[in-house]
């Protein structure tokens, strides 16, 4: 099983940042996609998660009106898109898939996990 995620780095506060999570190794669309994001010294908080073939879709709190999780079954592929950046969004956001089949906003309910890419943002 790997994610990597990409679409990271120093970007604006205005705009849209779309993230992706490239994943193989299993059969993507029978899987549940989380996004976490952790800033440094903080613990990964959950944002939101998306369901295999139906792509359900949640948010915690902190995601509602800023993110828009989605994905492409057919190119392995989930997204998050980050609107409205704030200078406190400046963390490492990662997505992870869990073999419980439900989504979560726990982290250590994931089996695995991208690498992680690193959100700048610039005031």
């Known amino acids: 099983v790997q994610l990597v995620e990409s679409g990271g780095g120093l970007v604006q506060a205005w705009g849209s940042l779309r993230l992706s999570c490239a994943a193989s190794g299993f059969t993507f669309d029978d899987y549940v996609i989380g996004w976490f994001r952790q800033a440094t010294g903080k613990e990964r908080e959950g944002v939101s998660c998306i369901s295999g073939k139906n792509a359900i879709t949640t948010y915690a709190d902190s995601g509602k009106s800023r993110f828009t999780i989605s994905r492409d079954n057919a190119k392995n592929t989930a997204y998050l898109q980050l609107n409205s950046r704030k200078p406190e969004d400046t963390v490492v956001y990662y997505c992870?898939?869990?073999?419980?089949?439900?989504?979560?906003?726990?982290?250590?309910?994931?089996?695995?996990w991208g690498q992680g890419t690193q959100v700048t943002v610039s005031s």
């Open positions: 992870a898939t869990t073999s419980n089949g439900f989504c979560s906003y726990l982290w250590d309910e994931y089996d695995y």
